[in-house]
């Protein structure tokens, strides 16, 4: 399959996962979390715990706000329903996290970039807006993995980031690995199931 394909399922996964179960996220939630043990071991020890605090708060979040039956008698006890939503959207940040990790370790920088010129394939009548979006995204995502290794305080982060950035002229030369046929045809067949995901979706065909 071409780059182009497993974006696409990635991105397909996304779209379901708000409209699956509580029983089907679990089960997807272990499954992906064993996969990227197995193929993205280094990239996910190094992003699940950045997620923790996220992770928690979501959790308390959910927890405290939902109404529900009360899990004890007191002022400052959780929700059984709350404590239910927010293992559900912990679980959907899990497996977005896991399949990112097990997606980036297989594809190489110029498939990323294939891949989103691809996607963005309706800008390319706007004055070469297609090729200058898919290369900022290859570059962004490619010093965001450069942060992400090195250990910084989340101030000097911030500085980092907020920081004015030299204007130094660098020439990036990435290469583009066309569709043929048969995976034109997947492609096509994934945007459909795509957009008929979000239409069965906005139906309530998941409720």
Known sequence: MHAVNFLAFWLW????????????????????????????????LRG?????WLLLSVLL???????GQYLWLGWFSPTDSGLWLGLA????????????????????RPEIFTSIYI????????????????LRFALTLEKAEGLLEEKHSFSDLMGKILQPQPQIQT?????????NQY??????????LILLTIFMGVAG???
């Open 89 to 108: 959207q912990v679980m959907r940040l899990v497996i977005v996290t896991s399949s990112l990790q097990i997606l980036l370790t297989k594809m190489t």
């Open 61 to 67: 979040v959910y927890g405290w706000t939902v109404p």
């Open 171 to 179: 020439e990036y030369i990435l290469q583009y690995t066309p569709l």
């Open 13 to 44: 996964l996304l779209i379901l996962l708000p409209w699956l179960e509580r029983h089907s996220l679990f089960v997807l939630g272990f499954l992906f979390l064993g996969l990227a043990f197995c193929l993205a071991r280094q990239r996910l």
């Open 119 to 134: 996607f963005l394939a309706p800008l390319q009548y706007f004055n070469d807006a297609q090729a200058r979006f898919a």
């Open 48 to 52: 699940l715990p950045r997620l923790k």
């Open 183 to 192: 995976q034109r045809l997947f492609f096509a067949g994934q945007c459909a």
């Open 205 to 207: 065909f998941w409720n």
